[in-house]
């Protein structure tokens, strides 16, 4: 299994459950959005975790682009697992010969 690959869902994941709920709080009165720090892994993978604006208020422009950023990053990854899996699946055809 692909960690770097798994790591990077997970981070995409996080992106648009946090955009979705700094969205979904857009007019909710001191609410400090949220937003999703990455950082390399040692196994090689993307370490995400959440913090907090240190002021209230969210930026709908920025909260678009996180969406669009997320939705690549999980398609690219999601292609490597796909990639991956169909490499794997060629290597046990050709060995069966």
Do not use: K
């Not at 770097?4 to 857009?26: F, K, Q």
């Amino acid at each position: 299994m692909n960690l770097s690959s798994l790591s990077g869902i997970h981070a995409a994941d996080l992106m648009l459950v946090t955009t979705a709920g700094n969205t979904a709080n857009l007019d909710t009165p001191g609410y400090r959005a949220a937003r999703v720090d990455l950082a390399p892994d040692a196994a090689g993978g993307v370490s995400a975790s959440v913090s907090r604006a240190s002021t209230p208020g969210v930026d709908l422009a920025e909260q678009a682009v996180t969406l669009i950023t997320g939705s690549l990053v999980y398609g690219a990854n999601a292609r490597m697992l796909q990639a991956r899996a169909e490499t794997e699946r060629s290597i046990i055809d050709v060995r069966a010969y």
